[in-house]
């Protein structure tokens, strides 16, 4: 018998699956021809993301000033969007990574498509950091490199570099921690396929074979990078909010920001792993694997990062009053009453207001609420993130220069194509990966599987027995 | 180039008697060449003896390079390179430093253990797998005697001791 978790822990695999199910069941959806909803899906998807395409390099070609940015909103949809997607990238690493060092058994179920969630993500969010720096093919600029002109250094001292430099470490590790991840079920796929299927799977499953010695060192290994993207995780929406937080600009520069970025980060990803997931094990059949009981913990850390983010949101509302410094005052009063008070208040009711119907167990484990609620999470996060940025530049110290701003059709197009690109990304993954990580579910079926409920309890029942007498 | 071996592996159906069936065969002093299963399965490394991976050490290593260049690049560009006043703060400073010195030591573990993992398990791109069975991956699990220098009747041993061990399955491969 393997490790015996307490019997009134909920099943995390039900069905009374075999391993030679769960390879299947999982494996299953890579191998059949694509569903009709699939192809539907992909189609629009892919429609979307060509306007993407056109809108941003039509913003390459004819310059920045297709977008409605002025001289004191220098920042608007994509920098808002820039952060929206970096914020959704975080729930991937923290399930993996945070739950695996927490010995969250639940994380098996969503961490691959999480972790992919997370990859695609960052490739939305590359697109905006590169298009908004106007001259994208000088993008490379922003790295320290010698150069001719001297060389001059980037500056070290600016969270925008340190931004960087935490992008691109995230990104490079999230590759990794999931590819890693991923290469035993690519190797799963591979004994199952024939012909010219076997030789690609072959080549991306890098020789696995499940030797002993390597699955030793691939758990240590997998242990040592969650250790390690736990504090990075922390850390790049720390920086994140550096690049407000330090400047001087009212409503801005405050010290709460990194850990109230870093809430709302994981509450938006989460929101958009259960707007994913629920689609998916209802397309794929997966029902078995990610159950209410993976949604149900889904939603209880979406209630509580949401409520830390209220907090925070109503704490800068009370350090505004009771700093006594009319900037501040005016910042926070303008963000609930100026111009744009309807995205101040989308903000508060989709962030603070709604998810508390996450106290009720009955919300907590309904498929329909939890949709709905994860997509009021998406457009909260994201009105979250224009509140910030819009909201505050348009209202500057000096009122000659206030300004207002709203987006062009190049930026709304680029944003909702960068949704296009993003389910494009996810739609191609599930087609060609397995959704769910097949090993990890076979390592927990034994403690978590239905079938064992019984046997598990049984088992505590000799125990406490035998400890009587 | 290593030589071709003949192996005799035997099939499990379940990790539990796979675990079983590699005690008895310690404790019958049997050289096990290798087990394959399809998940990491609980108290096998204890079973097998197997000594814990050092990876988290080449990680350790890897890090510090990535702390120490960050810092020492970061501080010579300050310092002597190009010094340049920003805020009226020091040329050498440090906290400003942190942040990517931090993210640089993350980048440069990672991957580097990763790289080092690759190298030390044979893995990579285009490896072509040595598969004693297809179904290893799925719900079978394997264990290897290398038999290329072993006579006829302690060949026919190992086949009992697979046999009252539970293997459901005995088989023979070249690799």
């Known amino acids: 018998m393997g490790s015996i978790t307490s019997p009134i822990r909920e099943p995390l695999v039900t069905g009374n699956k075999t391993y030679g199910q769960i390879t299947e069941d999982i494996c299953a959806p890579t191998e059949r021809a694509p569903s ?31 977008w409605d940015l002025n001289r004191t909103v220098g920042w608007g949809w994509d920098i808002t969007n820039f952060v929206w997607w970096i914020g959704i990238g975080h729930a991937g690493t923290l399930i993996s990574a945070i739950l695996l060092l927490f010995r969250q058994k639940w994380r098996t179920g969503v961490n691959r498509a999480a972790e992919a969630m997370t990859i695609f993500a960052f490739v939305c969010a590359g697109q905006f950091l590169l298009i908004h720096m106007r001259r994208a093919w000088l993008a490379f600029f922003i790295f320290p490199y010698p150069n001719t002109r001297g060389p001059l250094w980037v500056n070290f001292n600016s969270p925008l570099l340190w931004d960087v430099f935490a992008i691109s470490t995230y990104a490079t590790v999230s590759i990794l921690f999931w590819y890693v991840g991923l290469i035993p079920d690519l190797a799963t796929v591979r004994d199952r396929a024939r012909g010219f299927r076997k030789r690609i799977y072959g080549i991306f499953s890098f020789g696995w074979t499940g030797s002993a010695k390597h699955w030793q060192r691939w758990e240590s290994l997998s242990l040592i990078l969650a250790g390690l993207a736990t504090p990075l995780v922390l850390s790049v929406h720390t920086i994140v909010s550096f690049d407000f937080a330090t400047s001087v600009i009212p409503g801005w520069h405050t010290t709460i920001f990194p850990p109230y970025f870093v809430a709302g980060a994981i509450f938006s990803g989460f929101a958009m792993v259960q707007t994913l997931m629920i689609i998916t094990r209802y397309a794929l059949k997966l029902e078995d694997y990610i159950t209410i009981g993976h949604i149900e913990s889904m939603n209880k850390i979406i209630l509580l990062t949401g409520t830390m983010v209220g907090v925070a949101y109503l704490t800068e509302l009370f350090v505004a009053w009771y700093s006594g410094y009319i900037y501040e005052q005016f910042a926070f009063f303008n963000r609930a009453m100026g111009p744009y008070w309807f995205a101040y208040w989308a903000m508060m009711t989709c962030n603070l207001v709604t998810p508390q119907i996450f106290w009720w167990k009955k919300m907590r484990r309904n498929i329909y ?5 994860s997509i009021f999470v998406n457009i909260g996060m994201w009105y979250e993130r224009f509140v910030i940025i819009a909201t505050t530049l348009a209202r500057d110290y000096l009122p000659s220069s206030w300004s207002l701003y709203s987006p062009t059709w190049v930026e709304v ?13 996810f739609l191609v993954f599930v087609r060609v990966a397995p959704v769910v990580a097949i090993a990890e579910i076979k390592h927990i079926l034994k403690s978590s599987g239905d079938q064992y409920q ?11 027995f035998s400890e009587k007498n | 180039m290593a030589k071709s071996k003949n192996v005799l592996f035997g099939l499990y159906d379940d990790d539990d008697i796979l675990v079983d069936a590699i005690k008895t065969a310690k404790n019958q002093k049997l050289d096990i060449m290798d087990v394959f299963t399809p998940f990491p399965v609980h108290g096998l490394d204890p079973a097998l003896g197997l000594a814990e991976s050092r990876l988290h050490i080449a990680g350790f290593v890897f890090g510090l390079i990535g702390a120490i260049t960050a810092m020492g690049f970061m501080s010579w560009i300050s310092v002597s390179d190009w010094p340049i006043i920003y805020g009226g703060k020091p040329y050498w400073a440090v906290p400003s430093f942190i942040p990517i ?13 990763v790289i080092v ?21 799925d719900d079978k699990f394997c264990l290897a005697f290398d038999v290329s220098n072993m006579e006829e009747d302690e060949q026919t041993g190992l086949r009992k001791f697979f046999e009252e061990t539970g293997a459901s399955e005995i088989n023979s491969k070249t690799i």
């Open chain 1, 36 to 66: 009709l909803a699939w192809v539907v899906a992909f189609m629009i998807a892919n429609a979307l993301a060509a306007i993407f395409l056109f809108a941003s390099l039509w913003t390459v070609w004819q310059g920045i000033g297709t």
């Open chain 1, 369 to 373: 609420v939890t949709f709905i609620m």
């Open chain 2, 101 to 113: 010195t931090f993210e640089l030591t993350v980048l440069f573990s990672a991957v580097g253990m």
């Open chain 2, 117 to 137: 993992f690759l190298t030390i398990c044979g893995l990579g791109p285009g490896v072509s797998a040595k598969v004693l069975d297809p179904r290893i991956t």
């Open chain 1, 454 to 464: 019984e046997k598990n309890e049984r088992y505590a029942e000799q125990k406490q």
């Open chain 1, 413 to 425: 197009g680029i944003f909702i194509g960068s949704i296009g690109l993003f389910f494009t990304l």
